[in-house]
C-alpha cells in the first residue's frame, strides 16, 4: 500500500497542475477528499497497459516559500512574474508491474517520486498562470514500494508550457525532451546475466537522450449550493525512437500513451 504523502504528491500532480487558476484565491489552504484514476504503460516502451483506481487526499497550500499547487510540491526561492527558482516534488504510479510478461522473473518496478530544482523563464504572459513559459528542470528519481527501492538516476527535461483560460476551464500544454542518467535507464532497459532468456537478451542500457514528449491538461472548479468540487484530466504522448535504450529487448514500442482523471470535494 503506497504512503499518504505518495498519494499527495501524486493528486497535486494530476488535480493542481490542471488549476493555475488557483493562484487567483486569497485562500492560503484547500483540503478535500476525491477519487483519481491513472491508466498507462508499466514503462515507457512497453505494450502492457495498466489503469489504477484510488481515493486521494487533495491538499494546496500557498506559502510564501512553501506551496502544493500546479507543479506538485514545491518551495520557491526565487519568485517573480518574470523568472523562478524552485525546488519540487512529483510522483508517477506504476500498478501492477510485477504482472509484466516482457519482465517474467525479473525486479518488480516501483512507482517513483522526483525531487529537484527548476529553474523557469515567462516568455509572454503577464505572470506565470498565462502564456508561453520555458521550464528547465533537474530532478533525482527515487522508486518506491519495489523489489529494488531507493535511488534510480536523474533526469533532465526541458520544455515549453502554455497555460490560459478557455471560458471555465483552466488548459496547459507541455512540450520537451527528455534526457536521463544512465543508472536511471538501466533501471528500466537493462538485462543482465542472469534474466536472459530465448526472448530476452542481454542489453547494458546507457545515459543520454531519453525522447520527447507532449502534455495537454483541463480542469475547472464547480461551485453548487456551497459545495464546491473540481475536475482534472490529463493526456500524455511520449516517444522514445532515437534512444539507445530502444534496442532493449524490453522495449516494444515507441509510442507511449498516459492518461489520468481526478475528481475532488472541496471540504475547506
Known sequence: MKSPLFYILVVTSLAATTTSAQEDT???????????????PDYRGSDEYRSF??????????????????????????????????????????????????????????????????????????????????????????????????????????QLVYRTKLDEWTFSYRAGV????????DYYYSVNEKYVTESRSYFEASGGYSGWNNLVALGRSFDHNGIKTRLSFFIRYDNISGTDFNKSSLVKTNDVYRGGVAFIWVIK
Open 26 to 40: 486569497n485562500k492560503k489552504w484547500e483540503l478535500g477528499l476525491g477519487v483519481g484514476a491513472v491508466a498507462g
Open 53 to 158: 483506481v484510488s481515493p486521494i487526499p487533495y491538499v494546496v497550500y500557498r506559502g510564501k516559500v512553501i506551496r502544493s499547487d500546479r507543479e506538485g510540491i514545491r518551495g520557491n526561492f526565487l519568485r517573480t512574474d518574470k523568472y523562478e527558482f524552485t525546488l519540487s516534488a512529483t510522483a508517477a504510479i506504476t500498478p501492477d508491474s510485477d504482472k509484466s510478461d516482457l519482465r517474467e522473473g525479473m525486479p518488480e518496478l516501483g512507482s517513483t517520486v522526483e525531487f529537484g530544482p527548476s529553474f523557469n523563464i515567462n516568455l509572454t504572459g503577464k505572470d506565470f498562470s498565462h502564456g508561453w513559459q520555458l521550464h528547465i528542470p533537474w530532478r533525482a528519481v527515487f522508486a518506491i514500494d519495489a523489489d529494488e527501492s531507493g535511488y534510480i538516476g536523474s533526469v533532465f527535461q526541458p
Open 178 to 185: 527528455s534526457y536521463a542518467s544512465d543508472d536511471y535507464h
